[in-house]
């Protein structure tokens, strides 16, 4: 209606070609009044009557083709300004678009509390240790390992009888880190035909642990598993690192692209070995593809469960612990259940995720993520990337969680529980939970004496291997947030029980979404529950398919089927080498 009024009052204009009613005056420039229909009709008659036809047709012509030009112009205009305007309100439509999005709030403390009750009372249906795993695998027919030497064509490369040189690496991070970082070394000496220096740690400011290969590795046990395999050395010898000053930093040192294949280490890493007889390669974290020769691959595998054997002082005291641990779990035949508990301070914070503390929880955690990692997080909006991420599986699960979880699976409050972690975020307030369901809960601190402990305090990596290895031989390990411990566990238990993972790896989007339902009966959660562990359990089977030089996964996470050949008839292999006592339990 306000356009048609618009037009209705918008004056008229004509302009004549000769002159206003052809008396051959000037055209008035005024706008003339409005006329009659007649009259305009007449003019028109004029008009044709005096220009040509042709002309006519050519300027019709012209007309239509600059009108659709007007149009097309008009058009990429409209487009212009609307990409414009989209820019300029994108951060406002992402909010509106993150606003619809489903948020996940903390509220299960809320569902313990409603569920308490039932959790208290049902022991009925108890899941025995001994019948958690399902399914079930054969030991299959033993394949000889290939010949794994560095004597031997590599591409078109050959590699000479006596080794090239030595190599020097530095391993980073934490101690599955390292140990990926050692066995990959090992494999990259045999690629090059290279004698190994046992290889450095790099101080991790986040783990700040100091301890060398010696401190959490038997190096004597180490250099003899692999003799015939690599040659490995404790150190340079004096001839080689005086040409360079006594100063390691003085040799040659090359920075290798990450998930390097051979052919690499063939064409480029090895023409330097051979000129200036020894290199130096740091940083060395996934320097080394998954996809390798067989008998490449072999290498990782030896160093990994047989040459890697933890050093005196750790051995002994994670036997005791492994001795007291089955001791306490005599109610369930001396099985019991480990879980990998990412609850601390640094990790909760790092993932911007938000419990049930509040805002001085959050104002802590603020404080914390901008001590530790300056202004990283500022751009973020945490709230939202709190509730997003929750959703999406991604927050650590708290101790009352796992506890939530593992009591809807069946495992009642006469399970032993081995809880592997570093000093969690307000400990005491966020244990009681747990320890409330499971009151036979237990960790180092608890099992060792503070004399025994002692030596490993201020040392992580010493303190991770104490974990590990009372962690190996659980009948049930429970990973909660993912990382190189669980993943080097899962590969080691799979290599250890025939190839079955025994694990548990909740799906924590579906587990959230079950602890976000106010509504949910306590029958129902178990119900989901059961179907969580049965697909963990199948998924503790899984091998992938292997074809030469087609590895895409983790070969320390999925073991077989190339350290297929390792495993021998005898139970106690695999424990004899990181033990080298007791048999592990079955």
């Excluded at 599955?176 to 101080?203: D, E, H």
């Excluded at 390097?260 to 974290?285: C, N, S, T």
Aim: charged share 25%; proline share 5%.
């Amino acid at each position: 209606m306000a356009i048609n009024t618009i037009m209705k009052n918008k004056p008229y204009n004509v302009v004549s070609s000769e002159g206003s009613g052809g008396d051959g005056n000037p055209p008035s420039s005024p706008p003339s009044p409005r006329r009659q229909t007649s009259g305009f009709s007449q003019c028109r008659r004029r008009l044709r009557s005096k220009v040509p036809l042709q002309y006519f047709r050519k300027y019709s012509l012209a007309a239509g083709i600059f009108g659709r030009r007007n149009i097309q112009f008009l058009l990429l205009l409209f487009f212009l300004y609307f990409s414009g305007l989209m820019m300029c309100v994108g951060r406002f439509s992402n909010f509106l678009r993150h606003s619809r999005e489903p948020i996940a709030i903390y509220k299960s403390h809320l569902l313990l509390e409603k569920f308490w009750h039932d959790i208290e009372t049902d022991n009925s249906t108890a899941l025995e240790l001994s019948s958690v795993w399902q399914f079930k695998r054969r030991m299959r027919v033993q394949k000889p390992c290939p010949v794994s030497t560095a004597r031997r064509h590599l591409g078109s490369v050959e590699v000479s009888s006596e080794p090239t040189g030595y190599l020097i690496v530095e391993a980073n991070g934490g101690l599955n880190q390292q140990r990926s970082a050692i066995c990959n070394a090992v494999a990259v000496a045999g690629i090059l035909n290279a004698v190994l220096v046992i290889p450095s740690f790099g101080y991790n400011s986040v783990w700040k642990d100091p301890s060398e290969f010696r401190d959490i590795y038997d190096e004597d046990h180490f250099i003899a598993t692999l003799e015939g395999y690599v040659k490995v050395v404790k150190e340079l010898p004096n001839e080689l690192i005086s040409r360079y000053d006594h100063n390691i930093t003085n040799i040659p040192h090359l920075r290798v692209e990450g998930w390097a294949p051979a052919k690499h280490y063939l064409g480029k890493v090895y023409p330097v070995l051979q000129e200036h007889g020894v290199i130096r390669i740091a940083p060395f974290a996934n320097r080394l593809a998954m996809n390798v020769p067989s008998h490449i691959q072999l290498l990782r595998c030896i160093t990994n469960y047989r040459a890697l054997r933890f050093s005196s002082p750790i051995t002994t005291v994670a036997q005791k612990l492994l001795n007291r641990m089955i001791e306490r779990s005599s109610m369930t035949g001396g099985k019991y259940v480990s879980v990998h508990l990412r609850f601390e301070e640094d990790m909760v914070a790092f993932s911007c995720c938000l419990y049930d503390g509040g805002d001085a929880e959050k104002f802590e955690m603020d404080s914390f993520r901008e001590k530790g990692w300056k202004g990283k997080f500022k751009k973020k909006d945490l709230d939202f990337v709190a509730g997003r991420n929750r959703i999406d599986g991604k927050c650590p699960l708290t101790p009352l969680e796992v506890g939530m979880m593992l009591r809807g699976m069946g495992f009642d409050n006469n399970t032993s529980i081995y809880l592997a972690s570093g000093k969690l975020y307000k400990a005491e307030q966020n244990l009681a939970p747990l320890l409330k369901m499971f009151p036979l809960l237990y960790t180092k601190e608890s099992l060792a004496t503070s004399d025994e402990l002692a030596p490993f305090q201020g040392y992580s990596s010493r303190l991770a291997a104490l974990d590990y290895t009372v962690c190996l031989f659980s009948e049930v390990f429970v990973t909660t947030q993912g990382g190189n411990f669980p993943h080097f566990l899962m590969g080691h238990r799979r290599f250890l029980f025939n190839g079955h993972a025994k694990t548990i790896k909740p799906d924590k989007r579906m587990l959230v979404g079950l602890l976000e339902n106010m509504t949910i009966s306590w029958k129902d959660f178990k119900d989901d529950m059961d179907a969580m562990l049965l697909e963990s359990d199948r998924k503790g089977m899984m091998i992938p398919r292997v074809r030469k030089f087609n590895r895409k996964n983790s070969i320390y996470t999925f073991p077989l089927p190339e350290c297929d050949c390792l495993q021998s008839h005898d139970s106690s292999l695999g424990l004899n080498h990181t033990l080298n006592a007791l048999e592990p339990p079955r």
